[in-house]
């Protein structure tokens, strides 16, 4: 039996903010795309009304993260729930990053 | 923020001579020394610092270019210059390829959000094929500098 496109279809949302005192700089926010690419969902960051593609480290750094940014992280497409749960996580990790 | 507020004009490297990374950064910083931006004593320490900082991930960012940056102790005023390079230079890049445009940044350590603006600044010029384009045919200080100009110009129309 084909699978339902709607099964291919799921979206996930996560809002987190930046506490690290550097910001996302460009070294996490390597690692944050280098996670999205990981997965199969599209991914996209939303920081207010501005939105780019979370797979795409030009993009991210143009988001301006500084800290107390609340960024919302919406994935879309089969594996967008892991994908959301896996790049919070990399925003926390980087939150609890010693600054260097 | 425009480039050319962190850009410093007089440091821009056309034609670089070092075909490897290490190098290509010493050429930048020491052309940062030459136009007075930083202190000659500080030179080894920066181009130090920025390699360790390759080494920690390469700022080889893809489409030929790379973005070396680090914040130092010894600098007041985020500071950068840019390299180009036709025979292209190994920077250990995400996609593997050669790059051919360097943008180096020094930034003080009290800013970071100034340093993140800096960037975004960086970003924004860089994701436009046009502008990767036009600096990577670049053959003289003037035409990178005039370069730079139009995209301060051209962001502040759009009103970004």
């Known amino acids: 039996m084909q699978p339902s496109p709607t099964q291919d279809c799921n979206t996930a949302e996560r809002t987190v903010e930046i506490r690290n005192p550097e910001g996302l700089h460009m070294r996490p926010a390597m690692q944050f795309v280098d996670c999205a690419n990981l997965y199969r969902s599209k991914v996209t960051v939303w920081k207010d009304s501005q939105s780019v593609d979370g797979k795409s480290i030009m993009q991210v750094t143009t988001l301006i993260a500084i800290q107390g940014t609340q ?14 749960a896996a ?8 939150n609890n990053e010693t600054s260097d | 923020m425009k480039l050319s507020e962190f850009m410093v004009k007089e440091a821009i490297v056309a034609q670089l001579q070092g ?17 007075g931006r930083i202190g000659t004593e500080q030179v080894d320490d920066i181009v130090e610092k920025l390699i360790e900082r390759e080494a920690q991930g390469s700022t080889g960012i893809g489409k030929g270019i790379a973005v070396p940056h680090i914040k130092h102790d010894s600098v007041t005023e985020i500071t950068g210059t840019i390299g180009c390079s036709a025979a292209g230079i190994d920077f250990n890049s995400l996609d593997k390829a050669p790059v051919y445009s360097v943008l180096l940044l020094l930034s003080p350590w ?22 990767r384009k036009f600096l990577r045919q670049s053959e003289t200080q003037e035409a990178i500098i005039d370069l730079i100009q139009e995209a301060d110009e051209a962001q502040q129309e759009s009103g970004l």
């Open chain 2, 110 to 131: 009290n800013n970071p959000d100034r340093h993140l603006e800096a960037m975004e600044s960086l970003f924004a010029h860089l994701q436009r094929e046009r502008f």
């Open chain 1, 71 to 84: 960024l919302t992280i919406r994935a879309s497409g089969p594996d967008a729930e892991a994908a959301v």
């Open chain 2, 19 to 35: 075909t490897s990374r290490d190098e290509t950064i010493r050429e930048l910083v020491a052309s940062l020394a030459q136009a």
């Open chain 1, 87 to 94: 790049l919070a996580e990399v925003i926390e990790s980087v």
